[in-house]
Nanobody
Framework: VQLQAFGGGLVQAGGSLRLSCAAS????????MGWFRQAPGKEREFVAS????????YYADSVKGRFTISRDNAKNTVYLQMNSLKPEDTAVYSC????????????????????WGKGTQVTVSS
């Protein structure tokens, strides 16, 4: 599967952005999807994951209540709606895919996912 994230940009603190990730290749609905981010000088961080049908999601504590992951299998796209953005949300955001669903965030936080796309920069100004 090939993945490409887009929709990043510069936004003021408190603002919103919606990221999209388009997938091509093997059947999109056979993959679980996730968003990760990496800030300069920091390790990659798990943000959110969503299962094949979209009825199960997990979030990092740092974004819970502010970010929402969703997917549209008909459009081969996964989204990340980001509200109430903070300067500490500044990072390169990448989408990822995997064939196995892991409950919770621990597994993906530690091991990531099997397929990765190019990221998109999100910058939140104070």
């Amino acid at each position: 599967v090939q993945l490409q994230a887009f929709g990043g940009g510069l936004v003021q603190a408190g603002g919103s952005l919606r990221l999209s990730c388009a997938a091509s290749g093997r059947t999109f609905s056979s993959y679980v999807m996730g968003w990760f981010r990496q800030a300069p000088g920091k390790e990659r961080e798990f943000v959110a994951s969503i299962n094949w049908s979209g009825d199960s999601t997990y979030y990092a504590d740092s974004v819970k209540g502010r970010f929402t992951i969703s997917r549209d299998n008909a459009k081969n796209t996964v989204y990340l709606q980001m509200n109430s953005l903070k300067p500490e949300d500044t990072a390169v955001y990448s989408c990822a895919a995997d064939t196995s669903w892991r409950y919770g965030s621990s597994w993906y936080s530690r091991y990531g996912m099997g397929y990765w796309g190019k990221g998109t920069q999100v910058t939140v100004s104070s």
